[in-house]
């Protein structure tokens, strides 16, 4: 019951905050349905397409859901206990992540549907606003690095549901003779190349006239949980494969190289994909994962509900750990960075007016998009950390990578609704997919466009270019081996969440200068201001500690990295601070025209 009271009022927190904070801020916005948005002025059906907010809704949460209201949750629940955590991300999404996002969404269906790095251009200068791109394409290619990376260590290895300990092959797990509930990887690989063709054929269907959107939802959505059923019976095990091409590898050695041919896999697939229309790909792939994506947080609630009721689960892991974690490091600041997507994320504001903005067919929707999105975020986010809260104490799986973990509090929760937990374990990590993938190929997308938009080529040449310039820079990482021994992703996860949390502080940097510069209204700073503030504060302060903690490894590219990252913030800090005491108008139109 303790989990279920915590669960209720977090959901019960959440909606009055979107019936009550989420309307004040429309109030400030002065949202206006008289107007229309670029979506319906600017239409050209390639990356201008009004969409209905039900379906837009469910594109924009699953890619800006990913992999990171499970991960993050779960380290800092482990590192800092759960109340940390939980307070962390249910503060976070109401006044400062779901305040960044609508008001990002806002400020590019108001600059004519550019993203929000054009809205520093208009209002701080021409110098943040090469900055600013610079940086923000920095921090997709860590998003890029992360992700793929998890993913790929996700397709390779095994896990025992008995003991809850992970296999980094399939070998090594066969060879263990007390293995004896066995979860193949590699059947989560099949159901997930699966999952990647369902869209297509589907995007096809309803370009051609055959399928309204809905009837397709209809017919796919079954499609996708066969595929979940499918996967396991025909496990792709690459890391067999690997072993079987040359038999004097060890298992861990083949389930490294395995690893590093999924990363590869995973980037052609993101270079792909995102020059791919958004009617073939990005649309009815939003509409299908969207939706999944609400059947695993639904599924995940319902079996917390029944296993209160009926199973009397209780909270296991302490509330509060401690101030320091040996392996993450103190409290503040890591908390901040450890959990972004969940309480407050940068990237989302990259989505929210990358591609979101273009397909917003009224301002009345921004609210439940903009704002909405984050919110049910934030329960992804606290249905991950009970995946946490289960786990005895000193339990195996505490070990395990999130996606486990995260797949085990799942998979526990379904049983309560009569589903195996074999089947359960699939679901959840399809679910798992399913956010990462959408966020992979739309970062990848984005920054593409960034770089087109730095270096003025924006032909079909240069696309091609600025696309294999974006997947291919996260190969020079992706394929070597970490020094520490680390799965890469986790080498990362510090670097992502400093510069995802900086890129957040920037943005609300960003449209608290253009709400100042055209409003000059005090509530700004209270608003948006105390937010940036925080932001700037948290990530910076992680960054000089990254960078102290590794100043005598000169040669960790991690390190120059963050110095960079750092450089480029105080830079854009400065220059914002000139903009907001100027006092001449914008130097072009704020307002997108009809």
């Not at 679910?431 to 003025?456: H, K, P, S, W």
Request: with cysteine.
């Amino acid at each position: 019951m303790e989990m279920l009271g915590i669960v209720v009022i977090s959901g019960i927190l959440l909606t009055i905050a979107y019936f009550t904070y989420g309307r004040v801020l429309s109030r400030l916005f002065e949202l206006n349905d008289r107007v229309p948005t670029p979506a319906v002025s600017m239409r050209d059906d390639v990356d201008y397409l009004p969409c209905d907010a039900g379906p837009l809704l469910n594109q924009h949460f699953s890619a800006i859901a990913a992999a990171g209201p499970i991960v993050g949750p779960i380290l800092a629940g482990i590192a800092f206990g759960w109340l940390p955590a939980l307070l962390w991300i249910l503060f976070g999404s109401i006044f400062i992540g779901g305040v960044q996002d609508f008001a990002a969404l806002v400020a590019s269906i108001r600059h004519r549907a550019n993203s929000i790095i054009d809205v520093v251009r208009v209002h701080i200068s021409q110098r943040a606003y090469l900055l600013f791109l610079v940086f923000v394409w920095m921090a997709l290619v860590y998003i890029v690095v992360a992700f793929t990376d998890i993913t790929a260590n996700m397709f390779v290895g095994a896990l025992d549901l008995q003991s809850g300990r992970t296999y980094s092959s399939v070998s090594e797990a066969r060879a263990d003779s007390e293995a004896t509930m066995l979860v193949q990887s590699g059947g989560v690989a099949t159901s997930s190349l699966l999952y990647l063709m369902l869209p297509l054929v589907m995007g096809l269907l309803v370009r051609s006239g055959r399928m309204s959107m809905w009837t397709a939802t209809l017919v796919f959505s079954p499609l996708v949980i066969l595929a979940i059923l499918v996967g396991p019976m025909i496990p792709l095990n690459v890391d067999e494969l690997v072993r079987a091409w040359d038999p004097s590898l060890t298992p861990k050695e083949a389930a490294v190289l395995a690893v590093r041919g999924w990363d590869v896999f995973l980037l052609v697939y993101c270079a792909i994909a995102s020059v791919t229309p958004m009617w073939l790909l990005l649309q009815p792939r939003g509409q299908l994962g969207g939706l999944f994506l609400y059947g695993a947080l639904g599924a995940g609630a319902l079996g917390l509900i029944l296993g209160g009721f009926l199973g009397g689960q209780s909270i296991q892991q302490p509330m509060f750990r401690g101030w320091v974690d040996a392996k993450v490091g103190p409290m503040f600041p890591f908390l901040f960075i450890t959990i972004a997507c969940g309480a407050c994320s940068g990237f989302h504001a990259l989505i929210a007016s990358g591609t979101t903005s273009k397909q917003l067919r009224t301002e009345r929707d921004a609210r439940t998009i903009g704002y909405g999105a984050m919110l049910l975020e934030a329960m992804v986010a606290i249905v991950s950390l009970c995946c946490v809260m289960l786990l005895p104490l000193n339990s195996e799986l505490t070990k395990a990578s999130p996606n486990f973990i995260y797949a085990n509090g799942i998979s526990t929760f379904l049983e309560f609704v009569g589903i195996p937990r074999s089947v359960g374990l699939a679901f959840a990590l399809m679910a798992f997919n399913t956010f990462v993938y959408d966020t992979l190929d739309v970062c990848t997308r984005l920054g593409r466009m960034i770089l087109q938009e730095l270096m003025g080529w924006q032909s079909n040449a240069g696309r091609w270019v600025c696309t294999l310039l974006t997947a291919g820079a996260p190969v020079f990482f992706v394929t070597r081996q970490s020094s520490s021994g680390k799965p890469l992703w986790q080498e990362f996860w510090g670097l992502f969440g400093a510069s995802n949390q900086l890129l957040a502080a920037l943005t609300l940097i960003a449209v608290t200068v253009w709400l100042w510069r055209t409003r000059r209204a005090m509530w700004t700073f209270l608003v948006t201001g105390l937010g940036a503030l925080l932001m700037y504060v948290m990530s910076s302060w992680a960054l000089i500690t990254m960078i102290l903690a590794r100043r005598e490894q000169t040669g960790d590219p991690v390190i120059w990295i963050a110095v960079l990252l750092l450089v480029l913030a105080v830079a854009m800090l400065v220059e914002a601070v000139m903009a907001l005491l100027r006092r001449n108008e914008p130097h072009a139109p704020a307002l997108a025209t009809a």
